[in-house]
Structures are given as structure tokens and as C-alpha cells.
């Protein structure tokens, strides 16, 4: 199959594609989208993705996937990056979501302003203290997850793994600090330690 | 298998879980917890979902299982509501993300700030303007994914069916007007000629 990636290499939702890919040896051609340009915003992007958005996959002769998730479920599927147990699986797609509506929305955010748009904290004022203090919950969430465990899921490496990492390794950009998350800090040392491991911004 | 079902009947994530159950004919034990008077917060419930939040499913000699879609997922593996075809599969999960991501934090907040907690517009201000101009971009979003379709994915009802009718059929609640969406107001009608098809606050 014939891959195509639209993606912009500092988004960790991309980052998350990239590091499937390169794990499972999955080859793709990457387009690049400069989201600061509104370049997912186009009609001919809306076209691909009406939710303007990337990552996204263009798999020839199918069409269009989008979303970071089920992209790297797709890819993943039959891998050991997915469980075949349905409660491993459950769990993976647990830590997914929780990523997704936890941590991603707070982490990821004061990243990209802070660390991407460089906007001050006094231009962000109460927004960005309210999504700090999120994030800083959805650590501690992560955190408690980790205790007594190597990896998220079934004592291995998955999806959990790679979604969890994206933007939680570089939260630091954002301002943002792992001093109080021990068992974060081991893990990720041990997922940057996985085979074909790759910087986020490595396309 | 022995599930236990924590959840609280008005709120829509907890309503895709019982949507799917009731419609695979599964039974499960309801445990009503008031999230308005914080019972998902205490130690108690923490040790259960250390995210502090419903649904939160317990299966028997196997443990917690969290997040709404996870717990769909691994309710719906093997029937027709999940297909089996790969690219299949991953639209469903492409829809699911989507829902998480853009329709539930402003759709179905707006609904509980204004239809659950009787919140005021002037009381909640710019958040609240915010937050129904991003639920309306979603709910177009879906209003394109809906054309020429019976149901989302694979011209049959799946997940991805239960998981963005669950707020958008109540987006009412809030205030927020379907009117301009004619594909979702008669996608809302199929979804709600499914057998065994039962109201958001049943339990």
C-alpha cells in the first residue's frame, strides 16, 4: 500500500504517525503542511480533511484517514504495537482517549502557544493558567498509571506508548516541568530507548 | 462476564455505553453517581478511574475499564457495530477521535454549563461564545462527513453512530440550533429508528 503523509513536523499528533511508522517500517512520502500559514485551512486541504486538520493519511487507491489515533491504529493493526487481547486493547484504547481529551488539549496547547506561537504569559493570562493546571492534573493521571509498570499496556511497548510520549517528553517547551513525575521521567527514557526511535521533528 | 456500569444518566458519554449495551443485548449493574455533587472525585471512586470521571466500566475479575469509547470498543469487538474490514474500522475510529476532540468539549459543554448547571450567558461570557462558535464548526464537520450517507461509516450503523449521536441529538439543551444542518437532523431520525433504541436518561 501507498502511503501519503500530510503532517508539520513540530505537531506531536504528527509525531505520533512518524514514530508508528518508522517502528513497524512502514515506508510513506511526507508532504509537509505549514499549519502557522492556515495551510490546512484551504479549500483544496478541506477537500482531504474537512476537519482541517493534520496528520493526515492518504492511502492510494482508498482515500483520506484522519485523526492521529486511528491513523496509528490502522497502521498498527496486527502489530505487536496492538494487543490481540480485547482487555489489552481496551486498555490501549483507554490511554488513547485519555490522552486525547486529557492531556493533549493542555499539554499540547500551552506548548504551542508558549513554545511554537511564542506568546507571553502575560498576552495568555487566565487561559494559560487554567490549561497548565490541567495539564498538570493529566500528568499526575499519567503518573498514577505508571506506577509499578515499564509500559502502559500488557508490560510492552504499544500505541498507548508512542500517543502518551508525543507530547508529554516535550512538555518543557510549553514551560512546563516533569520534576514531580519520577516514574514519567523513567518511562520516558525507556520509550526513547525503543528500537527505530526518532526525534519529534525528524520527518 | 459481570459488568457494573458507573455513570450518571444525563451525561452523553455514559450514554453511548448504554446505547451500546442495549443494543448487543448485554446487561450490566447501574450504579448512579451525582458527578454535580463531585462523587466521582472522592478516594474512593479515585482508586477506580484515577482520571475521576464517568462511565467507568467494571468487569468482573478483571478490573476498571475507563473512557467512553474504550469501553464501547471493547463492548462492540466481533459484532456489527464494529466492522471488521481494516479501512472500515479505521473511519469508525477516525469518527470517535473527532467526536472526543472537537464535538464533546464544545457541544456537550455548552450543554451542561447551560441545560445541567442553569448557567447564564452573561454569567458565562466569552467562554461560552467560544465554545458554541467551535460546537458549530464541529457539528458542520459532521454535516459534510454526513453527505450522500445513510450512517457514517460503511452504509450501516456502527460506534461511530452511537458516539456523535450521543450530544448531538441534545444539543437543544444548550441552546444550540440544528437548523442549519439538515443532513444531521435526518441522520438523528435514523438513528433513532434503530431497534431497541432507548432515551438518553434511561438507564
Redo the contacts between chains.
Keep these: 500500500m501507498q502511503y501519503t503523509l500530510y503532517d508539520y513536523l513540530p505537531s506531536g499528533n504528527g509525531y505520533k504517525v512518524r514514530l508508528t511508522a518508522k517502528y513497524l517500517n512502514i515506508p510513506y512520502r511526507l508532504v509537509e503542511v505549514d499549519i502557522l500559514k492556515r495551510a490546512t485551512r484551504t479549500p483544496e486541504f478541506l477537500e482531504k480533511n ?2 482541517g486538520r493534520i496528520p493526515l493519511l492518504e ?1 492510494e487507491g ?1 482515500g483520506f ?7 496509528i ?2 497502521l498498527a ?1 496486527g502489530s505487536e504495537l496492538m494487543p490481540a487481547d ?2 489489552q ?3 490501549v ?2 490511554w ?3 490522552e ?3 492531556l ?2 493542555n499539554v499540547a496547547t500551552v506548548r504551542f502557544w508558549v513554545g511554537i506561537q511564542r506568546k507571553t504569559a502575560a498576552e495568555l493570562g487566565d487561559r494559560l493558567t487554567e490549561k497548565v493546571a490541567r495539564g498538570y492534573e493529566a500528568l ?2 499519567l503518573e ?2 505508571l506506577q509499578g509498570k515499564e509500559f502502559l499496556v500488557a508490560d510492552r511497548f504499544t500505541l498507548a506508548d508512542i500517543s502518551l510520549y508525543a507530547y508529554t517528553h516535550v512538555a518543557a517547551e510549553g514551560g512546563m516541568s516533569l520534576d514531580d513525575y519520577p516514574r514519567i521521567r523513567a518511562w520516558i527514557t525507556r520509550v526513547a530507548a525503543q528500537p527505530r526511535h526518532a526525534p519529534i521533528t525528524a520527518g
Design positions: 474537512p476537519n492511502i482508498r484517514l484522519w485523526e492521529s489515533h486511528a491513523i491504529s490502522f493493526e480485547p482487555w486493547r481496551a486498555r484504547w483507554q488513547l482517549s485519555f486525547q481529551y486529557n493533549e488539549p499526575a493521571v498514577t498509571g
